[in-house]
């Protein structure tokens, strides 16, 4: 049961304070061993609530017009985009377009500026229009949630996206040029100096043929470092580089922090180069790449590489730097950690000073060190892997060992030193407590069950230098019996669970179906650390460029040049009519058509399209947009505001006639 420890009284957040006293006067109420001086209410009588529904339902529930205190952003799955999600009420609030073409926000509907970003996710000149999108990072300074910027990355293509948080949208979009394939991004490292991308099953460099036969020469893993520019809001390419690394299959990743910034920390699997081929006689993948008692964690010096690659000490892959393995070697840039039988998860405690990892196949989390990692390799405490990495010795940097259940993945923590595990064949959070400084021992403290198979769960800041506590999501992957079954693909369960109380005190509160994609993981922000735009700063303002475009039609310079058969346009859109509505041009014109809304006011969105043509915009107040095409399509094309704007949006409405 909530104890109401600090949420509602942790502070004013816009919109909440009337709620806070709301809760207190039922918390009051409703907390304390005598269950039954709970509220009254005939709706709970009648449907027969416990006292602990009661509980659940007043702690999710939002009365109209109130803002959730916390924002999560959730990855889209195959989606290719990002869940935004009101917490606790769990109301999903927006569905940004990232990799995917959204049609609602006019994402890769003709406006020039979201092709040109859809078009840099291009692999090989290949429109590749969807995603697996599995890691949201949001962007931290002094290893705390800034709410600036958004990264995620897309496991099957091995690109990231940087999404602005001033007006939620993809900024950018990067290829890897080394990889096709990534999985330990994104995450940020503790002022957003990079933005880390490890990547998955190995390949040859830049996913050129190579036979499977010369896996263990040919095949190479990698991590990328991407350098993110925070006054350009874009990752500078230029700046960037990658690390060789053995063909073991990296995994998730997390940057140091405090006393371990400039550190890094990726698993791995499939240390056995287990190459597959059943057919063939072999072991299939799943028994070959788990087959060793342990894998390596990947501990990176960063600082340390960075100076490598900007001093040059690095080959070329598609253009690409690169440090190779050796150099890592002789620099001291890269050591292995064994991490117990199939593991997954890479998780840096608050303070930086320990590590976790969870084994798949191993009822514990291991714990490491950080101190006696730096320890071992002062002292060269260590072996060399079969490519001459130096391999630290286990007993020497781990720290606990902590049985907490059955397929642990991963961790994220809170404000009461408890670290929370999620467990994917015991369908179970377990909540375990760190040793010194956070707390007294490194022991388990309670599990609470989740429905079904969790994946990842996201606490609420629980990956930063400060978590706050409070709530806990359950990424559930199977939902079996909660929800109405829409056809025999279920939606996938997300459960907030009460993380507020003390000891074994946990709880589910609220189960949220999410019917796209498969949401790997989320990050959780107070929404107070979050300043959107109400609307685009000043007339005629390009997404695009964060910046007003001079040549953007304006109310009064509306108009139509030709120049040969090259028709440009300038539009404007206000409640409720397009200026100008009747544009004729002749069959095969070339048309450039810029159209800006000139509102500046909250939520007085207009919408573009003109049908047949494939197009639709999205213009929100101050926005401008050009779109760009050969009118090959003879007819009359009645164009028209999709946005319902307003009492006259159905006449919001003009002609585009394209004479044969
Ligand atoms: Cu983060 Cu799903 Cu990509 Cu674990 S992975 S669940
Ligand atoms: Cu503008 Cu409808």
Redesign the pocket.
Known sequence: MRRLRGLWAKGPIKGVALLATFFLVVGACSSGDDDSGGITSSVAEERGFTQDQIDAALTTYMPSGEIDPYIMFASGGQGGQVIVIGVPSMRILKVIGVFTPEPWQGWGYGAKGTEEVLAQGQVNGRDVLWADT??PALSETAGDYDGQYLFIND?ANARIAVIDLRDFETKQIIKNPVAIVD?GGTKVTPNTEWVIEGGQYATPHGWEYAPISSYESDYKGMVTFWKFDREAGRIDESSSFAMELPPYWQD?CDAGKLVSEGWVFCGSFNTELATGGIEDGNPPFEAGASARDNDYLHVINLDKAAEVASAGNTFDVNGFPMISLQTSIDEGLLYFVPEPKSP?GSDVAPGGDYIVVSGKLDPHVTIYSFEKMMTAIDTENWTLDQFGVPVLDFDSVMEAQIEVGLGP??TEFDDQGYAYTSLFLDSAVARWSLGPPYNDAWELIGTVPVHYNI??LSTAEGDTVSPDGDFLVAMNKWSIDRFFHPGPLLPQNFQLVDISGPGDDMSVLYDMPIGMGEP??GQIIKADKLSPWDFYPGVGFDPHTMSIDPNAPVAGNERIERNGDQVEIWSTAIRSHFTPEIIEIQAGDHVVWHITNIEQSVDSTHGFTIPGYNINLSLEPGETATIEFEADMDGVFPFYCTEFCSALHLEMMGYFLVKP
Request: glycine share 8%.
């Open positions: 599995h890691h496991k999985h998730l997954h993945l991963h994946g990842h790997h993981y």
